[in-house]
């Protein structure tokens, strides 16, 4: 089957509106005979004349009477495809997103976003997901629509990314735990019990790595894969947990913070999210909702 000449449509539309050749080709900057070309072709391809002389005009045939209204409205829904998305109003919009992120991004800073979501655009839902893989396939495959982290050497090449916040490293232990008897020394916390982070494996923690720079190495009793256990379990434990300050603020706040005696590199947190939804309104206008909220 031939695909026919969309563009016609457009022809089509000018042609029926007019009712002359030479009006419709002023209109749509045509030649008149480039015009009379394109009105042979609607001719073909419907197998109708459309528009026939009368008198000195032209008049249409019933058939494109009845094509007229139909094609109009087919040339507006093109025309708006074809056209920039509208301004959006967040508070008509109907819509789940699902947030990758981890238990302690939700705890820290889930409150204030639900609460601004809900405030702007309570048609508006959050769900939030654990991380279980962290190569983009959530945001690829469409299980995510943004996802906030640390970018590493196995992020995605294709995801847009931007950076909500700087965070450094903090050390963190329970209430009356015997490092806090006296000056915390590089000796003294190396020498403590320590829950590590699993997702780096062991020994190549950002803490680890900076110890060893030093000659040095930590008691590494157990490791957790996420900063949320490692306060769980140094609250209730010996363990000493080495965890980022402003990504932890509310799961800490009953314990005793420190600085490291040992100098780690500032991390960056950012979100993340695959190209097709770069454009989106809604989804641009979430994004600018999470780098509020995280500014705050």
Same mark, same amino acid.
């Given at each position: 089957?031939?695909?026919?000449?969309? /563009?016609?449509?457009?022809?089509?539309?000018?042609?029926?509106?007019?009712? $002359?050749?030479?009006?419709?080709?002023?209109?749509?900057?045509?030649?008149?005979?480039?015009?009379?070309?394109?009105?042979?072709? %609607?001719?073909?391809?419907?197998?109708?004349?459309?528009?026939?002389?009368?008198?000195?005009?032209?008049?249409?045939?019933?058939?494109? +009477?009845?094509? #007229?209204?139909?094609?109009? !409205?087919?040339?507006?829904?093109?025309?708006?495809?074809?056209?920039?998305?509208?301004?959006?109003?967040?508070?008509?919009? /109907?819509?789940?997103?699902?947030?990758?992120?981890?238990?302690?991004?939700?705890?820290?800073?889930?409150?204030?976003? %639900?609460?601004?979501?809900?405030? !702007?655009?309570?048609?508006?839902?959050?769900?939030?997901?654990?991380?279980?893989?962290?190569?983009?396939?959530?945001?690829?495959?469409?299980?995510?629509?943004?996802?906030?982290?640390?970018?590493?050497?196995?992020?995605?090449?294709?995801?847009?990314? #931007?950076?909500?916040?700087?965070?450094?490293?903090?050390?963190?232990?329970?209430?009356?735990?015997?490092? %806090?008897?006296?000056?915390?020394?590089?000796?003294?916390?190396?020498?403590?019990?320590?829950?590590?982070?699993?997702?780096?494996?062991?020994? /190549?923690?950002?803490?680890?790595?900076?110890? /060893?720079?030093?000659?040095?190495?930590?008691?590494?009793?157990?490791?957790?894969?996420?900063?949320?256990?490692?306060?769980?379990?140094?609250?209730?434990?010996? %363990?000493?947990?080495?965890?980022? !300050?402003?990504?932890?603020?509310?799961?800490?706040?009953?314990?005793?913070?420190?600085?490291?005696?040992?100098?780690?590199?500032?991390?960056?947190? $950012?979100?993340?999210?695959?190209?097709?939804?770069?454009?989106?309104?809604?989804?641009?206008?979430?994004?600018?909702?999470?780098? !509020? +909220?995280?500014?705050?």
């Amino acid at each position: 089957m031939n695909t026919p000449d969309l /563009n016609l449509l457009l022809t089509l539309d000018v042609l029926l509106s007019e009712g $002359s050749v030479a009006l419709a080709a002023r209109r749509l900057g045509l030649s008149p005979s480039a015009m009379s070309r394109a009105l042979q072709r %609607l001719r073909d391809s419907t197998g109708d004349p459309l528009l026939v002389r009368s008198g000195r005009g032209m008049v249409p045939t019933p058939r494109a +009477v009845e094509l #007229r209204e139909q094609v109009g !409205e087919l040339v507006q829904q093109v025309l708006q495809v074809l056209s920039p998305s509208p301004s959006l109003d967040p508070s008509k919009v /109907n819509r789940t997103f699902t947030l990758l992120c981890s238990d302690g991004f939700v705890e820290n800073f889930g409150p204030s976003l %639900l609460t601004k979501v809900g405030r !702007e655009a309570p048609g508006i839902r959050l769900s939030f997901l654990s991380k279980v893989r962290r190569d983009g396939s959530y945001l690829r495959d469409g299980t995510a629509d943004l996802e906030t982290g640390v970018i590493g050497k196995g992020t995605a090449q294709e995801l847009h990314t #931007r950076a909500l916040f700087r965070d450094h490293f903090v050390g963190v232990v329970r209430q009356g735990h015997p490092l %806090l008897e006296g000056d915390i020394t590089l000796a003294r916390y190396a020498n403590c019990g320590h829950v590590a982070d699993s997702r780096h494996g062991i020994g /190549n923690d950002p803490v680890d790595v900076a110890l /060893n720079a030093l000659g040095m190495q930590r008691h590494i009793v157990t490791s957790v894969a996420g900063f949320a256990s490692a306060l769980a379990l140094a609250r209730n434990t010996e %363990l000493v947990a080495t965890v980022p !300050e402003r990504h932890t603020r509310y799961l800490r706040s009953d314990m005793v913070t420190f600085p490291l005696p040992v100098a780690i590199a500032e991390i960056t947190l $950012s979100m993340l999210w695959h190209p097709r939804l770069d454009a989106d309104p809604a989804h641009k206008w979430l994004r600018s909702i999470v780098r !509020e +909220v995280c500014l705050e």
